[in-house]
């Protein structure tokens, strides 16, 4: 009788053993890849508005949000450990390298990035360009360090996790996932030095909403991105330098020149209003626009479009005009677009397509 009740016992627990391995292989596999920020950031002292960001590894991210496991098997890689104030092209490519290289195997459903705020949005959108796969690729961070009252980071990291595990996230592009909302990585921009709602549309909506886990799906995005994109970096060793100059009341023509004499191939204009600029910038941006330097008028009020021939006559000039780009994102589609050609005619056209 005993015997046959401790068999009874061992097979029961091989049954359930087999349930829960096969559930957890049933379950989507996400890898994490952690590139600093202020989501694994830490205060100096507890209570201090002061921190240091990327103090925290990736294992301590995912030990910190156990319910990650109910939404599926979860790795980490700790890809970078940077303020995203000094993400720079050699991060970018080596990150959308990785990206491609296992979103190609079958092993992987889905890829999270932490980053921090300051570049999350150029960051998305240059790989909204160059990700060569339909499989959902999502970046979160956190307004609040981890060690804060209330951090944002753990929410938002769950939140990330269970859309990058979502099927319906497929071919959908890029991701920010913050404050429970989908943001497109095309569309979103950060508006708030400290508020945990900083992340807003540009100006299309946001792709979903993120309940706790649970995910409500709205209108795709409607340019191209990641596999009807012409933009791949897997074979880039570099990318060409674009720089962006701001416009203000009385700015002089010095900072295009010396752009021009370090060797810039593009140069972003964050204009005021429409994208406009003083006389003498409009001028040295004439005069680089002629050297063949691709010149694009953007504008720094963050929200509207920026068109052709309003205020400065682009064809005359050999302008090319951002339309709904902010002046980072418009920086970000110039050097893959010079990657391509120098052709500001051309340049135009992708700005009406991506
Ligand atoms: N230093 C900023 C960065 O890494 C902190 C902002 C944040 O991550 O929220 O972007």
Redesign the pocket.
């Known amino acids: 009788m005993k015997r046959f009740f401790s068999l009874t016992v061992l097979v029961m627990a091989a049954v359930i053993a087999g349930g829960v391995l096969e559930a957890q292989a049933r379950k989507p596999k996400i890898m994490i890849l952690a590139t ?4 694994a ?1 830490a205060q100096t002292k507890p209570g201090e508005a002061s921190y240091t ?1 990327g103090t925290f590894s990736v294992a301590n991210l995912i030990a910190a949000v156990p319910q990650l496991q109910d939404l599926a098997q979860v790795s980490g890689e700790q890809f970078a450990n940077i ?3 000094d993400m720079n092209n050699a991060v970018w490519l080596k990150l959308a390298k990785r990206i491609n290289q296992l979103l190609a195997t079958p092993e992987v459903d889905g890829i999270v990035v932490t980053h ?4 999350m949005e150029e960051t998305a959108y240059f790989l909204h360009l160059v990700v060569n796969s339909n499989k959902p690729v999502v970046v979160v ?3 609040r360090p981890a060690t804060a009252i209330s951090p944002d980071g753990p929410l938002n990291l769950y939140n990330a996790v269970a859309v990058a595990a979502d099927p319906q996230a497929r071919g959908r592009g890029v991701f920010v996932v913050m404050d429970d909302k989908i943001f497109c990585g095309r569309e979103v921009t950060k508006t708030n030095t400290t508020a945990v709602e900083t992340f807003q549309p540009m100006n299309r909506g946001v792709q979903g909403a993120a309940y706790f886990g649970q995910n409500r799906w709205f209108e795709p995005p409607g340019q191209k991105h990641t596999t009807k994109s012409e933009f791949r970096v897997d074979q880039a060793e570099a990318m060409p330098r674009v720089d962006i100059v701001y416009a203000y009341a009385n700015a002089p023509r010095d900072m295009v020149d010396a752009l021009v004499a370090a060797g810039a191939k593009g140069i972003v204009l964050a204009g005021v209003g429409d994208g406009n600029s003083t006389e003498p910038v409009i001028a040295a941006l004439s005069e680089a626009a002629k050297k063949g330097v691709i010149v694009v008028r953007a504008s720094r009020v963050g929200h509207g479009l920026v068109r052709r021939n309003i205020e400065v006559n682009d064809d005359k000039l050999g302008f090319v005009t951002a339309e709904e780009l902010n002046p980072s994102k418009a920086r970000v589609l110039t050097l893959l677009s010079l990657m391509h050609t120098q052709d500001p005619k051309v340049v135009q056209q992708k700005f009406y397509e991506y």
């Open positions: 600093g920020g202020t989501i950031g960001a303020a995203s104030q921090g705020t300051d570049t961070g956190s307004m």
